[in-house]
């Protein structure tokens, strides 16, 4: 059964600090691993996705990668801003049509 | 319309209560999903359409639990005799291509949500 797991779950950094945030799953076996933002009280946003094949997609100051052969993806923030303040979540696709979501990681950028 | 709708946005049920809740995916999408999301916890997957065909109702968390989609566009998430711990925010999402095959999945698009209390 895949397990997704993120670390940290609460992380808190002062404006402009690089950070990096982990997503570990159980199974290789997967299709793609999705980045979201959750804003309190809204729905998801996706950030960037990266398919099997992949190795890593930029967006802005956003960079994920993976490697599926150890289980792993990270997201790499660059230059943080207080509006970067979220919950992020990672998400992969395995097995059949499941997406099965960490629990995510609370960021939060002070000014 | 330009993204996933959701409705109702806040729902408070009696227990015991019937409610249904509705998605309008973004138009032309072929995979629609709902999830259940408890405060403080990731989604958790519930139910899976391609199109009108229901392909995985394996997360739904009891017989009480139904969802159709019947012309494979807005789909309708029915909970029965609504008990307390059904409570939590119920998403729908969307995606351009359906996961059978899969040799390209696409994003996922999210709705706001429907928050789900039950007294």
């Known amino acids: 059964k895949q397990e997704v797991t993120q670390i940290p779950a609460a992380l808190s950094v002062p404006e402009g600090e690089n950070l990096v945030l982990n997503c570990s799953f159980t199974?290789?076996?997967?299709?793609?691993l999705q980045w979201f933002r959750q804003d309190p009280g809204k729905g998801l946003t996706s950030l960037l996705l990266?398919?099997?094949?992949?190795r890593e997609q930029t967006s802005g100051r956003l960079n994920a990668s993976l490697d599926k052969s150890s289980g792993r993806s990270t997201l790499y923030i660059a230059a943080s801003q207080p509006g970067d303040s979220a919950t992020y979540l990672c998400?992969?696709?395995?097995?059949?049509?499941?997406?099965?979501f960490g629990t995510g990681t609370r960021l939060k950028v002070l000014a | 319309g330009a993204g996933v709708s959701q409705s109702p946005r806040y729902k408070v049920a009696k227990r015991g209560q019937d409610v249904a809740l509705r998605c309008d995916p973004i138009?032309?999408?072929?995979?629609l999903f709902w999830y259940q999301q408890a405060l403080g916890q990731g989604p958790e997957f519930l139910t899976y359409?391609?199109?009108?065909?229901?392909?995985?109702k394996s997360g739904l968390p009891s017989d009480r639990f139904f969802a159709e989609r019947p012309e494979g566009s807005v789909s309708t998430l029915k909970i029965q005799r609504t008990q307390q711990e059904d409570s939590a925010v119920y998403l729908c999402?969307?995606?351009?291509?359906?996961?059978?095959?899969?040799?390209?999945?696409?994003?996922?698009?999210f709705g706001e949500g429907s928050r789900l209390t039950v007294l």
């Open positions: 999402a969307s995606s351009p291509k359906g996961l059978a095959g899969r040799s390209n999945t696409g994003e996922l698009f």
């Open positions: 199974d290789s076996a997967i299709y793609n």
């Open positions: 990266i398919q099997s094949s992949q």
């Open positions: 998400a992969v696709l395995s097995g059949t049509y499941k997406y099965i």
């Open positions: 138009s032309g999408h072929v995979s």
């Open positions: 359409f391609q199109n009108e065909a229901q392909l995985d």
